[in-house]
């Protein structure tokens, strides 16, 4: 991968998308740069995932 477009990300613009787990939450936000996709994933107390 070249020509990342390395910026500052202001984390409280960014939606946030809720994602139930079998316990707990995990809660997504994901921003696209053409091919570059970057997630910031926040896990409630006890997340399991339920895959």
């Known amino acids: 991968m070249s020509n990342i477009p390395f910026q500052?990300?202001?984390w409280d613009k960014?939606?946030?998308t809720e994602h139930k787990g079998e316990t707990g939450?995990?809660?997504w936000q994901t921003l696209q740069l053409?091919?570059?996709q970057i997630r910031k994933v926040i896990?409630?107390?006890g997340?399991?995932?339920d895959h």
């Open 8 to 10: 500052y990300i202001n």
């Open 14 to 16: 960014i939606e946030r």
């Open 25 to 27: 939450t995990a809660y």
């Open 34 to 36: 053409g091919g570059l």
């Open 43 to 45: 896990y409630s107390e």
């Open 47 to 49: 997340y399991l995932a």
